[in-house]
């Protein structure tokens, strides 16, 4: 019987590491993307206007977003494995908080991602206005 | 004997919804290898989560002979509504999360 928990001990420290995975290289793609913008706003600020600026700093930080809300995912779904083997009352109160949060913080997320899309609706909407 | 049956049984249920899960997990990140939209790869995990609780919520039903004590029956009992509500949970956000990925098609 012992090998079955075992199965899924491991299964659940695979699904952490893939969440912490996930994390590390949003992360990295982040800052990454922080810096070019940096870098080019410092080399032509002429050019680029402030809601181009502003769209740009948004979609990286929304990216993330949508990253850890698939790590969270993983980290959710190990959590469920671990409950299997033997739950103790306090397993089982993480593993209510960890959902309380992973939902909270999803649904901010998706607030957050659809203002953003609503504000460059109405941006493109008052600029086809203007055009014509 | 048919304590020990069942006791068997909900331990291989059980495990095969952590297997299903973990496969789940596996294409997730294979989707996301090959450049597939994060969206896609939040989908193939909530689909494993679901499935893999589905099989879950089976064998802690079954385990429900061989409770002892009010404790076990608590924990029973919380295992069971907490699995029942994140099942709920992700299958809510399934239906969001692929009625928004359908919008996007479609604009």
Partial sequence: ?132 | MTDAALAWGSLLIETAGALVIGWYGLRALAALASRAPIEAARLLMIEGVVTGLSLKLAATLLKTTELGGWDAIGRFAAVFALRTLIKQLFVWERGRLSARTQEVANT
């Fill in chain 1, 1 to 132: 019987m012992d090998i079955f928990k075992q199965i899924t001990l491991w299964l659940a420290s695979g699904t952490e590491l893939a969440a912490a995975l996930v994390i590390a290289l949003a992360t990295i793609e982040a800052v990454v993307r922080a810096v070019a913008l940096f870098l080019n706003r410092s080399v032509r600020t002429p050019n680029l206007s402030d809601h181009a600026g502003h769209d740009a700093k948004e979609e990286v930080r929304l990216k993330l977003g949508r990253w850890l809300a698939l790590a969270l995912e993983f980290e959710l779904a190990a959590d469920i494995l671990r409950t299997a083997v033997a739950p103790t009352w306090n397993e089982i109160g993480q593993l209510a908080a960890i959902a309380v949060l992973r939902t909270a913080l999803n649904f901010f997320l998706q607030r957050e991602i659809d203002q953003a899309e609503a504000r460059a609706a109405k941006r493109v909407a008052g600029g086809r206005a203007g055009g014509a």
